[in-house]
């Protein structure tokens, strides 16, 4: 079942974790290098496993939603990631499966998948934006997907807009102090770096993206 | 209250910190079934969802959950958001220092109290450790000393000498505690709660220190009578 370009059902839902994987696996390393900078150096690992884990199990799994992929998807990496990425991204998709049931998502149900996502994020996290975690990229990409989609874009543009929005919101974590997470424990010296979760949203997103153009 | 204690599952990132404090607490707490769930299956750093849920769902009745950082608080409370409802409600998460708290904690189920007064028990035992360090900011718990239904005439006070020559160390500081929580009478000694063990053990008591133990409420005679009986047979030290 391969995915047609433009349609996001459950076929692009399958193709977008492959699609993640891949990404995960390339990104690796500059993602733990990120996190020995300002955390405990194993983001990189974690998403790793979990997104390999992942993408094994989608494969062949029985779905007939793009809910039922994302929940495969979130019970995989809360139980394989280890770290705090595990129930945030978990969370994450666990929530995003609940508002993706329809058998192909339209402009509305991106934007909901995304705000679902961010909400599963802060849910979980309890953190703001600015406090530099992945809520500073997951925040403006919800955003940024629902003005594109008010502004008439389809269901890919909406993805584009969200992608583009995180990627400037991971860029902001730089000089952040980091509150939240192993980070805050660094104090100052949280300041100057790019935050590693902020940083593998974008890579989810793009992934997501890259798989709705394949 | 007799029946099966709350069961307590101490989540680390590490599997020899989880056991570590599972034996220490476990040594002031017998009869507690203390499951620590540490590390990933592999052996390495991390927290296991998998075995947290195992622990949670398995338990026998309430559950009291103790977290060092991060993923192992956060892992925890997904744990909660997936299971059945009915064992998310009996299964408490209790924020607080993961080693006095575990091993307040345990001293308390020991005694019989509940998933939810554990949590309690924990927050109390943060405020004590915030004290030892200095920390004055934090406040410790007027509520604890003295319940609201105490009677406000019912105080009695007595002085007892400490006479063991440890003083009140973590074995006498847990059986005053776990006696004190099974009194009528609200009890204090020197001014902290008695039914907190961390409490006793930063009074620093050393033989031949003098303690007020004062209680309040209903049966205050004899709880007064009971916990300075107690002081003053040495636990079986002398």
């Not at chain 1, 809520?135 to 807009?161: C, F, I, M, N, Y």
């Not at chain 2, 476990?26 to 009869?31: K, S």
């Not at chain 2, 949670?56 to 059945?84: I, K, N, Y």
Request: one cysteine or more; a negative charge; glycine letters at 10%.
């Amino acid at each position: 079942m391969s995915a047609v370009t433009g349609v996001l059902d459950v076929a692009w839902a399958r193709t977008w974790v492959q699609a993640a994987a891949v990404a995960v696996a390339d990104a690796k390393d500059e993602l733990t290098e990120l996190d020995r900078q300002i955390g405990d150096a194993d983001h990189g690992f974690n998403m790793d496993r979990g997104f390999q884990a992942a993408a094994a199990k989608v494969v062949d799994a029985p779905a007939e939603t793009v809910g039922d992929v994302l929940k495969l998807v979130a019970m995989t990496l809360m139980s394989t990631v280890g770290g705090a990425a595990g129930p945030l991204y978990g969370t994450a998709f666990l929530r995003a499966a609940k508002v993706t049931t329809a058998p192909e998502l339209g402009p509305d149900d991106v934007v909901a998948l995304l705000e679902a996502a961010l909400e599963g994020v802060v849910a979980r996290g309890k953190a703001a934006v600015g406090e530099k975690t992945m809520v500073d990229a997951w925040t403006p990409a919800a955003a940024a997907a629902a003005s594109a989609r008010d502004a008439g874009a389809d269901a890919v543009g909406v993805l584009e807009a969200a992608l583009r929005a995180a990627e400037e919101g991971a860029a902001s974590t730089v000089p952040l102090l980091a509150t939240k997470g192993r980070a805050s424990y660094l104090g100052e010296r949280s300041q100057g770096h790019l935050d590693p979760g902020a940083r593998s949203t974008v890579v989810l997103l793009a992934a997501a993206l890259e798989a709705a153009r394949a | 209250m007799t029946a099966a204690r709350t069961r307590l599952v101490l989540v680390s990132h590490s599997d020899a910190l989880a056991r570590g404090v599972a034996d220490l607490a476990g040594q002031m707490a017998p009869d507690v079934d203390i499951v620590p769930v540490g590390g990933l299956a592999d052996g390495a750093l991390g927290t296991d969802f998998e075995r947290i849920e195992a622990a949670v769902v398995g338990a026998p009745g309430e559950v009291c959950v103790l977290a060092d950082l991060g993923s192992a608080v956060l892992t925890t409370q997904a744990v909660l958001e997936m299971v059945d409802d009915d064992i998310a409600a009996r299964t408490h998460l209790a924020p607080g220092p993961f080693v006095e708290g575990a091993v307040a904690a345990a001293v308390a189920a020991q005694g019989g109290a509940g998933a939810e007064a554990l949590v309690g028990v924990v927050r109390e035992a943060a405020a004590a450790v915030a004290t030892a360090a200095g920390a004055a900011a934090v406040e410790a718990s007027p509520a604890a000393a003295v319940p609201s239904g105490a009677a406000p005439g019912d105080v009695v006070a007595r002085t007892v000498v400490v006479v063991n020559p440890q003083g009140l160390h973590a074995r006498p500081a847990a059986e005053v505690a776990q006696l004190a929580s099974g009194l009528p009478a609200a009890v204090t000694i020197a001014g902290v709660d008695a039914t907190s063990v961390l409490a006793l053990m930063t009074l620093g008591s050393t033989a031949g220190t003098e303690l007020e133990v004062v209680a309040r409420g209903p049966g205050a005679a004899e709880s007064v009578e009971a916990v300075v009986g107690l002081v003053a047979s040495g636990f079986g030290e002398v």
